[in-house]
């Protein structure tokens, strides 16, 4: 019922900015746990910003806490991934992800550093490549 977008990955130079998009079609609850992960070859996929639409709270992974933000806009169904001072170890895939159930805002940010197996929905991802 639910489907999600990602866009705005690119591959670009350490030091700027970058800004990913997650827009969702379908229904979507005015009060839902939306999460940004990434994944790198190798590597396990991991939470790294989470946002409640029912409150507006944030939560972030300590590796990009200071560097990235996350935000909705609501009128959109739409959520953003603001990437600050990129370097070469945010290289991943990223995606966009979205509960199934009823998350309070405790338990969306327990999604944050963890794989997020419980994730009902998922974007098919962006990639994002830093280089030096």
């Known amino acids: 019922q639910v489907q999600l977008e990602e866009s705005g990955g690119d591959s670009v130079q350490a030091g700027g900015s970058l800004r990913l998009s997650c827009q969702a079609s379908?229904?979507?609850?005015?009060?839902?746990?939306m999460a940004w992960f990434r994944q790198s070859p190798g590597k396990e996929r991991e939470g790294v910003a989470t946002?409640?639409?029912?409150?507006?709270?944030?939560a972030y992974a300590d590796s990009v806490k200071g560097r990235f933000t996350i935000s909705q806009d609501s009128a959109k169904k739409t959520v953003y991934l603001q990437m600050d001072s990129r370097k070469p170890d945010a290289t991943a895939m990223y995606y966009c992800?979205?509960?199934?159930?009823?998350?309070?805002?405790?338990?969306?940010?327990?999604?944050?550093?963890?794989?997020?197996?419980?994730?009902?929905?998922w974007g098919r991802g962006t990639q994002v490549t830093v280089s030096s």
């Open positions: 992800a979205g509960e199934s159930s009823h998350l309070s805002p405790e338990g969306c940010r327990l999604w944050v550093g963890s794989p997020g197996a419980s994730c009902g929905y």
């Open positions: 379908g229904y979507v609850s005015s009060s839902k746990c």
């Open positions: 946002i409640h639409t029912g409150d507006g709270s944030t």
